[in-house]
């Protein structure tokens, strides 16, 4: 395993990468960092080459001022480590990014599995009335209340917080808690596919297994049954009794479908 910072139109950007064979790819999403995946990246390397890293300004990577676009910068990423062709693993934001180079480098993503994915174009449905409320105390620097309110919308759902796996709760509002102690990105300065990808699913060449759970919201799972019946030949599972991250919640059941999945792809 390597470790390290590699410079990427701008920014450092920290990664880890383990492992040989065919090249995968975790992206986080954004509110976590790559920690997401540390039921994945160890274990999945006994197989294949797998990278993860910090987006731009999550975890140990850089937020330099200035427009980006995330899927640039994995590009970037991936042609700092050599990795010519690979199937991307995207939650929310890290899906995303996936979507948006498949659509502008099809050439370089032999697959996605597609996590609780956003997608650019896409309407934001009605929030849950916890949203504003942990937009102000990020605001007023209520960090650990915003992060409990975003913990309420995003991985309890419906169910009340006693009723989530505590580990994985506990492990998410950590990860929250480095995110929102941060300064984010302006939005107008993040970058994303044009046309948007919402209005150019059917353009995605590459295989797609598309993940949700119940306990997401709304639109969330929308999305995920678009990209069923948009993208080409893709498959979209519901898992039960999850939120959004639901590889930390489920990492065993997550594994059984993503891992059969990854294995049937084409690489070359």
Request: with cysteine; glycine share 12%.
């Amino acid at each position: 395993m390597t470790s390290g910072f590699a410079d990427v139109n701008g920014a450092r950007l920290w990664y880890e990468d383990a492992g040989a064979g065919p090249a995968v790819v975790l992206l986080h999403g954004h509110l976590v960092d790559s920690g997401q995946w540390d039921d994945q990246f160890a274990a999945w390397a006994r197989e294949f080459r797998v990278v993860r890293y910090d987006a731009r300004g999550f975890g140990r990577s850089d937020l330099p001022a200035g427009p980006f676009g995330h899927h640039d910068d994995l590009r970037g990423l991936v042609d700092a480590l050599g990795v010519e062709r690979a199937a991307l693993v995207g939650c929310s934001g890290g899906g995303m990014a996936a979507i948006d180079l498949a659509l502008e480098d099809p050439a370089r993503v032999s697959g996605l599995v597609l996590v609780g994915t956003g997608l650019a174009g896409h309407p934001f449905g009605e929030m849950p009335p916890q949203m504003q409320a942990m937009r102000e105390a990020r605001g007023r620097g209520d960090i650990a209340g915003a992060v409990e309110l975003g913990l309420q919308v995003w991985t309890d759902g419906s169910r009340r917080p006693d009723q989530v796996d505590q580990v994985a709760r506990e492990r998410t509002r950590e990860m929250m808690m480095r995110v929102f102690s941060r300064p984010p990105a302006r939005r107008d300065d993040v970058r994303v596919s044009s046309p948007p990808a919402a209005e150019r699913l059917g353009e995605i060449g590459a295989p797609a297994l598309a993940l949700v759970g119940t306990e997401d919201l709304r639109w969330v799972r929308e999305i995920a049954e678009r990209i069923g019946a948009e993208v080409p030949g893709a498959r979209v599972e519901v898992i039960a009794d999850a939120g959004h991250h639901l590889n930390l919640e489920h990492p065993a059941r997550f594994d059984e479908l993503a891992l059969p999945f990854l294995r049937g792809i084409r690489f070359d």
